[in-house]
């Protein structure tokens, strides 16, 4: 089998939550580019409705179920339902989450509430997905598990406790599924840098890019093919790893640190 054919996701079906725009919306069409049948969730029935639209014009059918992943019973119907459409799930695409209230709270004024909501957001939303996921997995013969962290899973910033500890936690919790479910079942991490979609109230210096050594933000369709090669066939000896897609900026340590020192320069003689 050649290495294009190892992209092939024919006969595969995928379950991308957060799919109703963004990152979600462009990882699911191009799964779909690959031949895979979809499933996509979200709270927004109409997101939805245009990003299956999207799909069904690649050619490939998609059924969209309205879900909060933070609900257990929600994510168990969404499950249901996709087992009732395909009658399997090979592969699961965890990446609805995002900022919650509390996100900027110094850690004296984070409520019990906003700490909660966080976490299931971004952490707990991706455990009801993957343990509601896992036995039809099983019971397709394998599967792939893809869970979208963020470079705050591997640094942290000033004021920013429960996404960080979330995203951080995010991580951890992939490997325990790579620890768990292998061979059977792979489980990776994507860690996308600064994209416009998931970060519209970033300031203008951050729009510029300016923090990455490649000088500008991502774009949608650079995610899409990294999910593709996690899911293909050309990823089975991969597992519990993360890749992180920022344009270097975590790696060329630019990312912004909430400290910025003004060094005076000296006076002309």
């Known amino acids: 089998m050649s290495v294009l054919d ?3 996701l024919s006969g595969k079906v995928a379950i991308v939550t957060g799919a109703g725009r963004g990152l979600g919306r462009a990882m699911a069409l191009a799964l779909a580019d690959a031949g895979a049948d979809l499933v996509l969730t979200a709270r927004t029935q109409s997101q939805l409705e245009e990003t ?5 014009a690649k050619g490939r059918p998609a059924l969209w179920v309205s879900c909060d992943v933070t609900d257990s019973s929600s994510v168990g119907a969404m499950i249901e339902s996709a087992i ?4 399997r799930i090979d592969i699961l695409v965890n990446n609805a989450g995002g900022a919650t209230p509390g996100m900027n709270h110094t850690l004296t004024d984070i409520t019990d509430d906003e700490w909660r909501v966080g976490l299931d957001t971004n952490l707990t939303g991706a455990m009801h997905c993957s343990r509601a ?3 039809h997995m099983l019971e397709a013969g394998g599967g792939k598990i893809i869970n ?7 640094r942290a910033a000033r004021d920013n406790f429960i996404y960080t500890t979330a995203k951080a936690g995010l991580v951890n919790f992939t490997r325990a599924l790579a620890m ?3 061979p059977d079942i792979q489980a990776n991490l994507i860690a996308p840098g600064l994209f416009p979609h998931g970060n ?9 890019g300016k923090y990455t050594p490649m000088g500008r933000l991502g ?4 995610l899409g093919p990294l999910v593709v090669l996690l899911a293909s066939g050309l990823t089975s000896y991969m597992n519990g790893q993360a890749i992180v897609l920022d344009g270097g900026g975590l790696a060329g340590g630019h990312a912004p640190t909430g400290f910025a020192p003004v060094v005076p320069l000296p006076e002309d003689s």
Request: aromatic share 16%; proline share 3%; glycine share 8%.
């Open 133 to 135: 996921a896992i036995p």
């Open 6 to 8: 190892k992209l092939n």
């Open 200 to 208: 519209r109230a970033m300031s203008e210096f951050w729009r510029e």
């Open 148 to 154: 979208v962290t963020s470079g705050f899973g591997f």
């Open 219 to 222: 774009k949608d369709e650079e």
């Open 84 to 87: 009732s459409e395909y009658g």
């Open 180 to 182: 768990t479910y292998a």
């Open 52 to 56: 299956a639209d999207l799909v069904r």
